[in-house]
């Protein structure tokens, strides 16, 4: 709930992001001023276009030699005259779902609403540039402190936090879901009742929590450190092209992924069943795509290579595949895999489910084709009603059903008839579920 109210803040008040949404409370308060933070290895893309940053646990004042005259350099920040966000939405949708589950066959029908609303008071405080300047003229870096020793040995790259949004009061974020008949509840029959359930969900906002922030790149090197004033930026190579230039969004999306999953047609079918076999344990559990994230994204940071082990037999036999690969190999394949997590990160706990059940009914390259139609339109457009391809639909309702709830869940209302509505900006959302799927596709043999 808190990475979608900080991502709400940032795009109604930030149209040209410059700020990073922060996605979780518990971490909210080591994004602070002065703050330095671990870039990813991995760029951004384009269901996720805020640079992907992790905490370090340490600010810029850590690992400095003392100054001249001892003042602490938190003296430095500026703050600006707080405003407040108000909103408030709600979306009705109504539909049925039909779900075979062994022993029984579950009928579910209804209809399902949802209601977000907020008011939110936001302030700035920031580091001039000028001051970080003339603190780096003043002192250098404590090349003995075991953070700066250890970063050597890395390709990690140091950003520091010049500029936050804070809520200057407590605040609450509410978020409900009714669904009558048990439409978009958790979709399976186990979870489902013949009745009416309400959903209520909400989280309070500290005063003084962390809501977004931007960085500047400092380097460090012999000693000293610098501001990167005009960082180079990471670019896709021109030779995977969408098919065709009148895709739209579609052609965008589709470079993106051809470009990041470019290992997978390499892999022999043996290896591509061991990637999909992965994929799916983590997607029905949290825990290891965590884990998985973290070990892919630690291959790339290290430069004298890396030993993967975990205690998950889940990833161990992934792990043992990849001790054999060749470096640069392995180093592309890290990417893929750490691509596709991020894009399942993006999704909701239902749509990882409702994508294992998909899998099962072998309807995933089917439904690749539909959510590749929606991207065509623009969907951040407003609620303005389009139609996709009717040939795309399913001929079986259960099918058919289960994908309108799949695509319902990245904010598009598909009905049977093809007519589609944009509920809220969700180009990223259904971006990010094109990812899954073409990716499962692949792994799967089915594209």
């Not at 430069?303 to 060749?326: C, I, V, W």
């Not at 993006?346 to 059940?357: I, R, S």
């Amino acid at each position: 709930m808190f990475k979608k109210l900080t991502k709400c803040i940032v795009n109604q008040m930030d149209p040209s992001k410059e700020f990073v949404p922060v996605e979780s409370i518990a971490d909210n308060e080591h994004f602070r001023p002065l703050y330095l933070l671990k870039k990813k290895s991995k760029p951004k893309n384009l269901f996720h276009p805020a640079p992907y940053y992790q905490r370090t646990g340490f600010t810029l004042d850590h690992v400095l030699l003392p100054g001249g005259d001892g003042t602490s350099i938190e003296s430095i920040h500026e703050d600006s005259s707080p405003f407040t966000l108000t909103k408030t939405c709600a979306d009705q949708a109504d539909g049925g779902l039909s779900i075979s589950v062994d022993p029984a066959n579950v009928e579910l029908k209804g209809g399902a609403s949802t209601s977000k609303e907020f008011s939110i008071t936001p302030q700035k405080k920031s580091i001039s540039l000028d001051s970080l300047e003339a603190l780096r003229r003043e002192r250098g870096i404590n090349t003995e402190h075991s953070f700066i020793r250890q970063l050597r040995k890395t390709n990690i790259r140091l950003f520091v936090v010049t500029e936050i949004l804070e809520a200057s009061e407590e605040a609450v974020y509410k978020e409900s879901t009714k669904a009558n008949g048990g439409f978009k509840i958790k979709l399976y029959a186990t979870f489902c009742a013949q009745s009416t359930r309400e959903d209520k969900q909400s989280i309070v906002i500290p005063k003084g929590c962390t809501l977004a922030f931007r960085t500047i790149p400092i380097q460090i090197r012999d000693g000293a450190w610098d501001l990167d004033h005009f960082p180079a930026e990471a670019v896709r190579k021109a030779a995977y092209v969408a098919d065709g230039p009148s895709q739209g969004n579609l052609g965008v999306v589709l470079t993106e992924v051809k470009y990041s999953c470019r290992i997978f047609p390499e892999l022999s079918p043996d290896q591509l069943l061991i990637v999909l076999n992965t994929i799916k344990a983590v997607m029905g559990d949290n825990n290891l795509l965590q884990e998985l994230s973290h070990k892919m994204e630690e291959i790339s940071e290290q430069n004298d290579g890396y030993e993967l082990k975990s205690e998950s037999p889940e990833l161990q036999a992934l792990f043992s595949t990849l001790q054999h690969f060749p470096r640069g190999d392995l180093l592309l394949l890290a990417e893929g895999i750490t691509y596709v997590l991020d894009a399942l990160h993006e999704l909701m706990e239902d749509q990882l489910l409702l994508l294992l059940e998909s899998l099962e009914r072998k309807i995933v390259s089917q439904q690749l084709k539909l959510v590749g139609n929606l991207l065509k339109h623009d969907l951040n457009k407003g609620k303005e009603t389009f139609f996709v391809d009717a040939g795309l639909l399913f001929p079986h309702a259960e099918d058919q059903e289960l994908t309108i709830a799949l695509v319902e869940l990245s904010g598009v209302q598909l009905q049977e008839d093809g007519s589609a509505v944009p509920t809220d900006q969700p180009f990223e959302a259904v971006a990010a579920l094109f990812v899954a799927l073409y990716a499962l596709s692949l792994l799967s043999g089915s594209e």
